[in-house]
T-cell receptor, first 116, second 111 residues
């Protein structure tokens, strides 16, 4: 299927466990992003990637690890989950910036993570 | 802290009325985008306006940008119940691949 998918859609885990959220896009977009959205709030950028093997920190990177060995995949790992990481996580992708052009981000459906 | 701040935080109107929401930002931008989020779903892109544009239309949507005031507005005309959603502005700095999102305006359109 074309588009951007996330898995799992729902996850309950315990404090201290490692959790990996998966993101896959089929457009070969250069950019990929991970955001978290806490109840009633906007999006906060965790990490982003401009291309395979290039990643950079966003606004709230602590406690998270990312990798991007292939253009289409951008997994997000919570090394040792904490209750404060309970949130909805959105993955997004975007085409590379051309001279003077910018392109919209396409969002996945989200993963609702609960840390108990 | 967020670059963009939407105002109001919540807006409730009757079907058929117009809805206006505003976004203010702090630093220079290359362009500004508006997104919609239906409850429990991912964000969907609505419209992009570049820093050298002042107004843009897309169907019932009208976006304005005032770079001197560092602000933008989104107008939805003749609103429908299906417009009920949260609306977010996102700003892109020059040569930045990432966007910075505000906290959003929650719009409720009553039938």
């Amino acid at each position: 299927d074309a588009g951007i998918t996330q898995s799992p859609r729902y996850k309950i885990t315990e404090t201290g466990r490692q959790v990996t959220l998966m993101c896959h896009q089929t457009w070969s977009h250069s950019y990929m992003f991970w955001y978290r959205q806490d109840l009633g709030h906007g999006l906060r950028l965790i990490y982003y990637s401009a291309a395979a093997d290039i990643t950079d920190k966003g606004e709230v990177p602590d406690g998270y690890v990312v990798s991007r060995s292939k253009t289409e995949n951008f997994p997000l790992t919570l090394e040792s989950a904490t209750r404060s990481q309970t949130s909805v996580y959105f993955c997004a992708s975007r085409a590379s910036l051309g001279a003077g052009f910018a392109y919209e981000q396409y969002f996945g459906p989200g993963t609702r993570l609960t840390v108990t | 802290s967020q670059q963009g701040e939407e105002d109001p935080q919540a807006l409730s109107i009757q079907e058929g009325e117009n809805a206006t929401m505003n976004c203010s930002y702090k630093t220079s931008i290359n362009n500004l985008q508006w997104y919609r989020q239906n409850s429990g779903r991912g964000l969907v892109h609505l419209i992009l306006i570049r820093s050298n544009e002042r107004e843009k239309h897309s169907g019932r949507l009208r976006v304005t940008l005032d770079t001197s005031k560092k602000s933008s507005s989104l107008l939805i005309t003749a609103s429908r119940a299906a417009d009920t959603a949260s609306y977010f502005c996102a700003t892109d700095a020059a040569n930045a691949g990432k966007s910075t999102f505000g906290d959003g305006t929650t719009l409720t359109v009553k039938p």
